[in-house]
């Protein structure tokens, strides 16, 4: 079984930063692509930030130079480093992972972390 496990959501003031971590564990052989999305009230899911296994990295436009994703593939975690962030970002930050395991190649998802971004 494959498990993702977020931390370090939160209640943070505008202009305030936040660091979101996600460990991936379990019977895992590789991790391919990995990335973060959030699902605001009201709103549809949408992905935040992705990374691949070489390292790439995309981001949706309204992140881009507020946000950096980044991997440490020893520790099969995944970092969403969020900067200047804005009442609009509040939203349930999940994360995902690409995994191959011992039962084949699977997406997993974690459970979510609430992001809450006011004064």
């Known amino acids: 079984q494959v498990q993702l496990v977020e931390s370090g959501g939160g209640l943070v003031q505008p202009g305030g930063s936040l660091r979101l971590s996600c460990a991936v564990s379990?019977?895992?052989?590789?991790?391919?692509?990995m990335g973060w999305y959030r699902q605001a009230p009201g709103k549809e899911r949408e992905l935040v930030a992705g990374?691949?296994?070489?390292?790439?990295?995309n981001y949706a436009d309204s992140v881009k130079g507020r946000f950096t994703i980044s991997r440490d593939n020893a520790k099969n975690t995944v970092y969403l480093q969020m900067n200047s962030l804005k009442p609009e970002d509040t939203a349930v930050y999940c994360c995902?992972?690409?995994?191959?395991?011992?039962?084949?190649?699977?997406?997993?998802w974690g459970q979510g972390t609430l992001v809450t971004v006011s004064s």
């Open positions: 379990g019977s895992i052989k590789s991790i391919n692509a």
């Open positions: 995902n992972a690409w995994v191959l395991s011992d039962i084949g190649y699977l997406e997993v």
């Open positions: 990374i691949s296994s070489g390292g790439r990295t």
